[in-house]
């Protein structure tokens, strides 16, 4: 075999080993049942659609009243679990009672952000810093996958101009750039993606054991599923990245999901990627495209003590609307239903 030839396949076959130990760190974990309506909501959609829930539920049962132009209003402070108990905090802290700050201040809460953890200690989600490796190493292999082209080319060309041999080294290289172009693209569609295989089935066995009642309407379905239109159209505008549509258009009503929350002031869980970016849950409220993702670190999410979104010195939701701290370039934001 010509020395240049196997010098490359040794390289890609290291770069090969490389990304499958990346994909399989990228999937530890035991995975199992989702535990309640807001873990299935978070599968659904990330701390948007958690906010989502509980703001939608609050508001069905008449603990809040969400009113036009996006304005709350707390009526009795019952809370039943931790995620409501984060959306009456927030509240104290939101200006006027806006709702889009309220969403916002949800989404970021330890509270919800512990709920990533949980799914990503147990496999059901990613964790972000892995699998953004993993996409780099893809994204170069890919890249080098196209390089050998020159390359080819150049070396056959010389070997034409000493000898001319029986098969160009441009054809011997074919089934490299083959194995590794492929390679890299199915690892990059399937192990790049927020919720893990372990999480889909986690989600679909808990569609089909609640079906689509009560609150589990937004967990599973998103906003879009409210038969409330008001409420609907609410929560929607207030997920909004230039805020409420005013006269009811938006100049960017059609260029953004309404699941984004203020791209200059929130990256993302499992991300890091901006408004309309290729890294999380997508749009699921029915007003448009793109996708967004949820707020993380290197390792987990924001408010655990596992996190590495921030450290002893930076951390991530001491208070209910902060976000997670800027050593990891990163903060709490999320798609929602």
């Known amino acids: 075999m010509n020395p240049l030839l196997l ?37 659904g959609g990330g701390p948007g659609r958690v906010a989502d829930t509980a703001l939608a539920a609050m508001h069905l049962d008449g603990r809040i009243v969400i009113g ?19 959306v009456l905090d927030t509240h104290a802290t939101a200006p006027s009672g806006s709702l889009r700050a309220l ?17 990503a200690d147990r496999g059901l989600v990613t964790p972000p810093g892995p699998r953004r490796t993993l996409r ?44 590794c172009l492929v390679s890299a693209l199915v690892c990059g569609t399937t192990s790049t993606r927020p919720v893990s295989p372990a999480g889909l089935a986690a989600l679909t066995a808990y569609r089909r054991a609640y079906g689509h009642g009560g609150v589990n309407t ?18 929607r505008d207030a997920a909004r990245p230039d805020g409420p549509v005013r006269g009811g258009r938006s100049r960017s009503a059609y260029r953004h999901s309404s699941d984004t929350t203020a791209a200059a002031a929130v990256v993302m869980w499992c991300a890091g990627a901006a408004t309309g970016g290729g890294d999380g849950w997508g749009s699921d409220s029915g007003s448009g495209g793109g996708s967004s993702s949820i707020c993380g670190s290197s390792s987990s999410s924001c408010g655990s003590s596992s996190s590495s979104c921030g450290s002893s010195s930076s951390s991530c939701g001491s208070s209910s609307s902060s976000s997670c701290g800027s050593s990891s370039s990163s903060s709490c934001g999320g798609s929602s239903g």
């Open 68 to 86: 036009g132009p996006g304005v709350v209003a707390v009526v009795h402070r019952i809370a039943h679990d931790p995620v409501e108990r984060a």
């Open 136 to 179: 780099r190493w893809c994204v170069g292999l890919v890249i080098g996958s196209f390089l050998l082209f020159p390359l080819g080319i150049l070396v056959t060309v010389a070997e034409f101009a000493l000898d001319g041999p029986a098969v160009p080294f441009f054809v011997k290289l074919l089934p490299l750039f083959l194995v």
């Open 7 to 43: 010098v490359l396949h040794l390289a890609a076959a290291a770069v090969l080993v490389r990304l499958f130990v990346l994909a399989r760190r990228v999937r530890v974990g035991p995975g199992g049942p989702l535990q309640d309506v807001y873990e299935a909501a978070f599968l």
């Open 218 to 235: 937004v967990a599973l379905g998103g906003i879009r599923a409210l038969s409330d239109r008001e409420l609907w159209e609410r929560l």
């Open 103 to 119: 969403r916002l201040g949800v989404m970021t809460h330890p509270a919800v952000q512990e709920i990533g953890d949980a799914l």
